[in-house]
C-alpha cells in the first residue's frame, strides 16, 4: 500500500499560490520524497523531489521540515493548466523498486 | 530524452482471451512497472521488476501475470481477460533516481 496521505481533492482560483502536504509518518532515513502530476489520458510527470528542508525548480517548491513526516508542495501562481491529479511517493532512490502511488490529491484551477 | 514506449494506446479484446501488452525503455533502467488507472482509484501497482527475469507482485497481482526477458522490454500478460480489466494501464521505468518515466498508456476494453 502506498506509504503517504494526502487530500483527495482541492480547488483554487487562477493566480493564488497553491500548497498541496503529504504526510508520510513512516518515512525511512534512505527515502526521498518525490511528486508527480497527471493530465488526463497521460502518465504522470516528475514535478520535484526532495529529502529535507526546502527544494525550489521553475515548476514547484517542496517544503519539508526537520522531522520529514510531511511534505508540501507549493505552486506559485496557478494557471488553469495546473489542474491535475498530484501525487506524493516516497522511496529509496538506491532501489526505488517499489512505487507505489495512493490515489493522488486533484485540484481543481478555476478562472 | 527518455522513451518509454506502449505498444498499443487503445485496444479491444474479447473475454477470455490472452492478452499482451507490451512496453519497452531505452535508457537502460534496471526497475520497470506496470500499473492500471481507474477514475477514482489513482495508480494501483500490477507487478514491476528490478531485473531481467525478476518480477515482484504489487497490489493487484491476480489475473496478471508478467515478463521480461530482456532489460529494455516488460511484458503485461492477462492470462484470460474479464470485464472487470477493462481499465487505463501505464507502464514506468526508473534508473538509480526517484525519477520515474511513463508510457502513455494502453486503453483496453474487454467485451
Known amino acids: 500500500l502506498a506509504k503517504t496521505t494526502q487530500p483527495i481533492s482541492m480547488d483554487s482560483y487562477e493566480g493564488q499560490e497553491v500548497n498541496i502536504t503529504c504526510s508520510h509518518n513512516?518515512?525511512?532515513?534512505?527515502?526521498?520524497i518525490t511528486w508527480y502530476q497527471q493530465f488526463p489520458s497521460q502518465g504522470p510527470r516528475f514535478i520535484i523531489q526532495g529529502y529535507k528542508t526546502k527544494v525550489t525548480n521553475e515548476v514547484a517548491s517542496l517544503f519539508i521540515p526537520a522531522d520529514r513526516k510531511s511534505s508540501t508542495l507549493s505552486l506559485p501562481r496557478v494557471s488553469l493548466s495546473d489542474t491535475a491529479v498530484y501525487y506524493c511517493?516516497?522511496?529509496?532512490?538506491?532501489?526505488?523498486?517499489?512505487?507505489?502511488f495512493g490515489a493522488g490529491t486533484r485540484l481543481t484551477v478555476k478562472p | 530524452d527518455v522513451k518509454v514506449t506502449q505498444s498499443s494506446r487503445y485496444l479491444v479484446k474479447r473475454t477470455g482471451e490472452k492478452v499482451f501488452l507490451e512496453c519497452v525503455q531505452d535508457?537502460?533502467?534496471?526497475?520497470m512497472f506496470w500499473y492500471r488507472q481507474d477514475p477514482g482509484l489513482g495508480l494501483r501497482l500490477i507487478y514491476f521488476s528490478y531485473d531481467v527475469k525478476m518480477k515482484e507482485k504489487g497490489d493487484i497481482p491476480e489475473g496478471y501475470s508478467v515478463s521480461r526477458e530482456k532489460k529494455e522490454r516488460f511484458s503485461l500478460i492477462l492470462e484470460s481477460a474479464s470485464t472487470n480489466q477493462t481499465s487505463m494501464y501505464l507502464c514506468?521505468?526508473?534508473?538509480?533516481?526517484?525519477?520515474?518515466?511513463f508510457g502513455q498508456g494502453t486503453r483496453l476494453t474487454v467485451v
Open positions: 535508457m537502460d533502467h534496471e526497475n
Open positions: 511517493l516516497v522511496g529509496d532512490p538506491l532501489y526505488n523498486n517499489d512505487m507505489r
Open positions: 513512516n518515512i525511512a532515513t534512505n527515502d526521498y
Open positions: 514506468a521505468s526508473t534508473g538509480g533516481t526517484t525519477e520515474a518515466f
